[in-house]
């Protein structure tokens, strides 16, 4: 089963054989779950949503026609249940968008809370905190998208698959996102 790949291990699942899905779960579930948790941000939801991902991967993997696409799909699936968990009430109130947040209510940038002041350089450590911090403020769509890209290697194209858009609008989300980003880091000193 070591030397199979996605496709091979897809057409054996289509067949029922268990220890090959088994074997994809094995290859692709530490990928969706670091893709979950920098969605979400929240180790035990990300817990949830992988294994629910997985499982549905399981129950509907007669229905994937391409077996080369395995993971995209599975980030896909995993995705769409993030993305189910942003519209419950709960996950709303901690997400919000950097753009619509009140700007009268917004501290200045060296009044943020954290280890630095403005025009103070961090350390390491701290620019990961800060990356962090302005990260979880972007829209869930740009989140996403520089997720998928940066961190899993997919293309727009396959990042298009996965979350149901053109990849001329994925390459748009990933340039404003980054572009968000880079203004938070610098307000909050960070760069």
């Excluded at 920098?38 to 992988?50: F, P, S, T």
């Excluded at 053109?166 to 880079?182: D, E, M, N, Q, W």
Aim: contains cysteine; glycine residues 8%.
């Amino acid at each position: 089963m070591e030397s199979l790949n996605d496709q091979q291990l897809v057409a054996l699942s289509q067949q029922g054989n268990l220890q090959a899905f088994n074997k994809l779960t094995a290859r692709w579930e530490a990928s969706v779950y670091r893709f979950v948790l920098r969605v979400l941000g929240n180790k035990e939801d990300a817990r949830d949503v992988c294994q629910e991902a997985l499982l549905k991967a399981y129950l509907n993997i007669e229905g994937l026609r391409d077996g080369g696409k395995f993971k995209a799909w599975v980030h896909h699936i995993a995705l769409n249940l993030c993305r189910d968990r942003f519209r419950s009430a709960g996950s709303r109130a901690e997400v919000v968008s950097y753009e619509d947040e009140r700007t009268d209510c917004a501290p200045a940038a060296a009044e943020h809370a954290g280890p630095w002041s403005a025009g103070e350089r961090i350390d390491q450590a701290g620019l990961f905190r800060a990356l962090g911090e302005v990260f979880t403020r972007l829209p869930v769509e740009q989140r996403s998208a520089i997720l998928l890209r940066e961190y899993h290697g997919f293309t727009s194209e396959e990042i298009g698959e996965i979350t149901g858009v053109p990849g001329a609008t994925v390459r748009s989300r990933i340039f404003y996102g980054l572009r968000s980003v880079r203004r938070m880091l610098r307000e909050r000193g960070a760069v």
